[in-house]
């Protein structure tokens, strides 16, 4: 990661990406990561996690204003949209929005695993997101904490599991 980390600025659009393993569009280890009004639309990780974006070892995600995450695919993983392995931080701000993302595993829009801080989210808007064979339509979340402030969770499925908007284990 460059020593600044990566910031994607407003009116970035990413789209039809995709990646063997994970991390569809983005694959982040060490690194921050900013996004401010940026879509990202029909990216796959075809084996692994994080059909959009992968976090892992301490890296941080922070989104706001309007960024949408779209039509984003985990095709054999967990986190259609994003996937967190022991990541620093996530905060979602400002009318982030995941629609109808999907997970053959877990975590339709989103898969935490044992993030090293709280996740917080703000006006987020979870909708038509759906994990296939696992937990958490929109989210799925291990050993992790959540702080939602007006977010929304609307038609999110979890197709042979538990929690369609949100499932969290310890």
């Known amino acids: 990661c460059p020593s600044d980390g990566l910031h994607f600025g407003s009116g970035t659009t ?4 995709t990646a063997a ?14 996004m401010k009004n940026v879509s990202i639309l029909k990216s796959t990780s075809t084996t692994g996690d994080g059909g959009a974006i992968l976090l892992s070892s301490d890296s941080t995600l922070r989104i706001k204003e309007m960024s949408t995450f779209e039509n984003n695919t985990a095709a054999a993983g967990s986190g259609g949209a994003i996937a967190c392995q022991a990541c620093g931080l996530m905060e979602f701000k ?21 993030p090293k801080s709280k996740v917080i989210s703000s006006g987020t808007r979870f909708v038509g997101n759906t994990a296939t064979v696992g937990n958490g339509g ?11 402030l007006g977010d929304r969770f609307e038609s999110n499925i979890a197709v042979a599991g538990s929690g369609g908007a949100f499932a969290s284990f310890a």
Request: aromatic share 4%; net charge negative; hydrophobic share 30%.
């Open 14 to 17: 990413l789209h039809h990406s």
């Open 94 to 114: 400002d009318g982030t929005e995941f629609q109808s993302n999907k997970a053959d595993n877990s975590g339709g829009a989103i898969h935490l695993s044992s």
């Open 138 to 148: 929109a989210v799925n979340s291990h050993h992790s904490s959540w702080a939602s």
């Open 21 to 34: 393993e994970g991390g569809g569009t983005v694959s982040a280890d060490l690194c921050a990561v900013e």
